[in-house]
């Protein structure tokens, strides 16, 4: 079973974030996939990558998206956002001795197309699922 919420308005700042509503879900029940409908038009990726993995870590691996807008702009978006999802390699996190990171660098990525151009580090570290699911309408 899938819970989704959507996130229509991105210029409403009344409206509910679905990453929130998500997480406060996540915390009680175990089985069901969490899904935010993202609105990519007037959003940037690198916050909603930062939503996505804090997501898909509280809830274990459970979460998902579903990216909605102009599709020539979404797909420039999805692809910036697995930019940043795969900024982290397997062995970079490491909590020994004080230390946590293995190289200075962790996190940095660097994408450019006709709709972003962005640089930087990344600061969190994939989820359990790396990059979470696009789930598209009907899934389950």
């Known amino acids: 079973m899938s819970v989704f919420v959507v996130d229509d308005d991105p210029d409403d700042p009344d409206g509910p974030d679905p990453f929130a509503v998500l997480a406060s879900v996540a915390g009680r029940d175990d089985l069901t996939r969490l899904v935010a409908v993202v609105a990519t038009d007037g959003r940037e990726p690198y916050e909603i990558a930062r939503k996505l993995a804090s997501l898909d870590h509280l ?52 994408h450019r197309d006709a709709y972003f151009d962005i640089a930087g580090l990344f600061s969190l570290p994939p989820g ?13």
Do not use: K
Not at 80 to 109: E, K, M, Q
Not at 130 to 138: F, K, L, N, T
């Open 128 to 140: 359990p699922q790396g990059r979470p699911p696009i789930v598209e309408d009907g899934a389950r």
């Open 59 to 110: 809830s274990g691996g459970r979460a998902g998206w579903r990216p909605t807008g102009d599709p020539a702009r979404t797909a420039a978006f999805v692809t910036a956002v697995h930019a940043l999802l795969d900024s982290w390699r397997a062995d970079d996190l490491v909590i020994a001795g004080g230390t946590f990171v293995a190289r200075p660098d962790v996190g940095s990525f660097r």
